[in-house]
């Protein structure tokens, strides 16, 4: 018997995952023109758009102010995405298929942002009065942080799993 493939999942999560991280990029962007709004516009109590150009990578590591480090950052990122490419079209796991399609949809998202305009637009804001708990973030990076948390969480629950049916031996 053969394995069901996946495949279709995957690209199709990341494909969406690329379209609507794009598309809200653009509406911070150009009809809500963000960047001109200096102290960002609410949404919830706990919640505001704010404009920031990110020219780093995570928590501010790897901060690129050159061409030649926003250049290698993309490199960087497009090996990453390659091997989560490659990663995704191995895997057998349904539900890490869709994982694996929310990390490479959100990562080429912000490629294509640093390769076009040099930084990644990043716009969400969640506070709790002046306390931030997470930096300012987009639609990309909360995909890629979902996509991480479900497959480490299933290699976690899984591994448990197994572990349990091996004793029972």
Known sequence: MSAINHRPLGLTVAIVTLALDQLVKYTVTYPLALKSRVEGIDILPFF?????ENRGVSMGFFHADTDTARWALVGMTILISAFVGVWMWREKAR??????GLVL?????????R?????????????????????????ADAAITI????????ALLLRDKGAKTETLK
């Not at 949809?105 to 942002?113: L, R, T």
């Open 48 to 52: 505001r758009l704010r404009w920031l």
């Open 95 to 100: 539900q890490d298929v869709a994982a694996l």
């Open 105 to 113: 949809g959100g990562a080429i998202g912000n490629i294509v942002d």
């Open 115 to 139: 390769v076009r305009l040099g930084y990644v637009i990043d716009y969400a804001d969640l506070h709790i009065g002046e306390w931030r708990p997470f930096l300012i973030f987009n639609l």
């Open 147 to 154: 996509g991480v948390l479900i497959l480490l969480a299933r």
